[in-house]
């Protein structure tokens, strides 16, 4: 059966990269991953994964897209044997075609949670973690790292947006006491699962104090992408002013800030204000009023009544 498996899945893989015609190369894609889905991927993987990852440069932009979905459904039901695959996610996260790399971001903040989550359970449960798991959150820290500096220097608007919601998701896993669980983002659809009190006990390979630390860069980097809104796209500014305050439209908002230490809430507060304030007065200075006005909207019905000195960073309509 194995042996019936590898030639069948041979052949799909070998016309998927060399057949001319994108209907062939997309439908035998999609029968070999049928395959390896239902094979025995200690036997195969090895010598079959190759022919998956050549398939990163392919000059179809489809191709590539569908190999992405592939990858995730792959890791996401045989993490043990994915490693190969993830080269995939970090090539493909900068893909000229923006469709392809706003997919290898979905995918791989998926599978980042799921990777997240099998370390937490595995040594809470068996008390040791696996060496090829240890592997694959090596890969994911090097995706997370590519992925911030998506939000920070991509020019395509859409792979943007989904890296800034990705520094979302980081914040909300990462602080402490949060109550994130259950309300997961458009990405971030495994996140609901981990809890960094979990750690609390001490972990082989997971870092608390690191953790929370890279939740913290990612909430600054999220407020200083804020403070230069002339650099942005519109709907950019708009996804960063959701993501550090008003949150989904299930009603959970403040998440990311609320998640912050007290220690540090009110400075960061304070911080929003004034990098707000700094936004409506550049729309201002663009004459985009509405903009400057939604802003001040934002600014006095979710930031304000949140600090605690109401005189030192008050802002007054008549002053926008």
Not at 82 to 94: R, Y
Not at 96 to 102: L, T
Not at 178 to 189: C, I, K, L, M, Y
Request: glycine share 4%; aromatic share 10%; net charge negative.
């Amino acid at each position: 059966m194995a042996a019936s498996q590898r030639e069948q899945a041979l052949s799909l893989l070998a016309a998927a990269n060399n057949h001319g015609d994108l209907a062939v190369k997309l439908s035998s894609l999609k029968q070999a991953k049928d395959i390896l889905l239902s094979a025995d991927l200690s036997l195969l993987s090895d010598e079959l994964f190759p022919y998956l990852v050549e398939l990163q440069s392919c000059h179809e932009a489809l191709v590539r897209k569908t190999l992405v979905e592939v990858v995730e459904e792959i890791s996401l039901k045989a993490m043990e044997y994915s490693q190969l695959l993830m080269q995939v996610l970090l090539t493909l996260l900068t893909d000229p075609d923006s469709v392809v790399a706003r997919q290898a971001i979905v995918a791989g903040t998926h599978i980042f949670c799921e990777v997240l989550d099998a370390l937490a359970f595995q040594f809470h449960r068996h008390g040791i973690v696996e060496r090829w798991l240890e592997e694959i959150w090596s890969w994911m820290i090097r995706f997370k790292d590519s992925v911030f500096q998506v939000a920070l220097e991509a020019r395509s608007v859409g792979p943007r947006l989904l890296a800034i919601k990705f520094l979302e998701t980081c914040v909300l896993l990462f602080m402490p006491d949060n109550d994130s669980r259950g309300h997961a983002t458009e990405v971030a659809r495994s996140a609901q699962m981990f809890n960094i009190s979990w750690l609390s006990g001490g972990h082989p390979v997971l870092d608390s104090i690191a953790l929370q630390s890279e939740a913290n860069r990612s909430l600054f980097i999220l407020f200083d992408l804020l403070r230069s809104p002339s650099l942005l796209p519109g709907s950019i500014t708009i996804s960063i002013i959701n993501s550090n305050v008003q949150g989904q439209s299930d009603g959970h908002g403040m998440e990311l800030l609320m998640s912050a230490p007290a220690s540090s809430r009110q400075f960061l507060i304070a911080y929003l204000l004034r990098g707000f304030g700094s936004i409506a007065m550049q729309f201002i200075s663009f004459k985009l009023f509405s903009h400057s006005f939604a802003v001040y909207t934002y600014i006095h019905t979710y930031i304000q009544p949140l600090y605690c000195d109401k005189t030192s960073c008050k802002f007054n309509l008549i002053n926008l």
